[in-house]
């Protein structure tokens, strides 16, 4: 932490750990390209709906109105409420690496026909990335859900 801030600012610092898909999956190869060349992040939950002029309690019906899975409702909460500007998110690699490091700069965007499959972003100015840093380096536990 010390060389990318002082330790004072990383002491106050927020950080919230994303997965940018599956490290099993193929296609987690090509959201994590897109986000790392566009500087977003993105969630793979609630696709095709637009959430920007949902409230905070109305997302949990929303995803029920299509038939999606009502658990979704906090990670699309979080995702777009939750997050604040200036906070950095780490993107894991399975439970025990971190592959890219970034700053939220941005605020939800939808994006309806976007060129991967996931339709949810978050600006962000990526501080590291292509890394495989131990989380034990970053963090005194593995990264959970």
């Known amino acids: 932490p010390s060389i990318l801030m002082k330790e004072e600012d990383f002491d106050k610092a927020v950080f919230y750990k994303i997965s940018l898909g599956d490290v099993a999956e193929e296609y987690s190869k090509e959201i994590y390209e897109y986000c790392m060349e566009n500087n977003v992040i993105s969630i793979g939950f609630g696709q095709g709906i637009n959430f920007t002029d949902i409230k905070e309690e109305d997302i949990e019906n929303t995803l029920k109105e299509y038939n999606q899975k009502s658990s979704a409702s906090y990670p699309i909460s979080y995702f777009k409420n939750g997050l604040k500007i200036g906070t950095y998110v780490i993107v894991s690699y399975g439970k025990s690496y971190a592959k890219a490091i970034g700053k939220v ?11 991967i499959e996931w339709n949810h972003f978050r600006k962000v100015e990526w501080i590291l990335k292509d890394i495989e840093i131990p989380v034990s380096q970053i963090y005194k536990n593995q990264f959970t859900q």
């Open 105 to 115: 700069i941005g605020e939800y965007q939808f994006e309806k026909d976007s060129e």
